[in-house]
């Protein structure tokens, strides 16, 4: 489900929310920008559209947003932590050869979710997290055998 800035700027508000000038260039930048963009990222987007913007108040944003329940930061691998809309929310696989992203299915982590919960009392956040791993193009040539020039 994709948000617009104002659906999510009236979500903020009915929480008691204010909405400032900052908030919503943040918004914006998630919602028109990258996929999965670094804070670094987001920071040059919110420049591009209000180049006097202050690094810290980036920053401060994106936390806010995240206590807020608007916005959720996920390690995709070994790199810095990405952004997106806590309404796309979902899983990520990353492959450890070439560093491809691909978003999981939505049932993919159900039950390990449900096993945690009912085993542990541990309820599992998937979209925080990456699972590393060797997606199948890499798996395939790794598989292949190599020709030999002789």
């Known amino acids: 489900m994709s948000s617009t800035v104002d659906e999510l700027v009236a979500q903020l508000r009915d929480g008691g929310s204010r909405v400032t000038t900052a908030r919503r260039l943040v918004l914006t930048a998630l919602v028109k920008g990258a996929h999965h963009p670094t804070a670094e990222e987001l920071l040059v987007a919110v420049r591009t559209l209000a180049p006097d913007v202050h690094a810290s108040t980036v920053y401060r944003n994106l936390e806010e947003l995240e206590r807020l329940g608007v916005v959720v930061h996920t390690h995709l691998g070994h790199g810095p932590a990405t952004y997106h809309l806590a309404t ?3 899983g990520h696989l990353v492959c450890e ?3 491809a992203t691909m978003e999981a299915p939505e049932d993919l982590f159900e039950a390990m ?3 945690a919960k009912r ?3 541990f309820e ?3 979209y925080h997290f990456a699972v590393l791993g060797v997606c199948a193009d890499c798996a395939a040539s790794a598989a292949a055998p190599e020709s030999s020039v002789g």
């Open 88 to 90: 796309e929310a979902h």
């Open 97 to 99: 050869v070439c560093g």
């Open 113 to 115: 979710a449900e096993g």
């Open 119 to 121: 085993r542990l009392g």
């Open 124 to 126: 599992l956040r998937p």
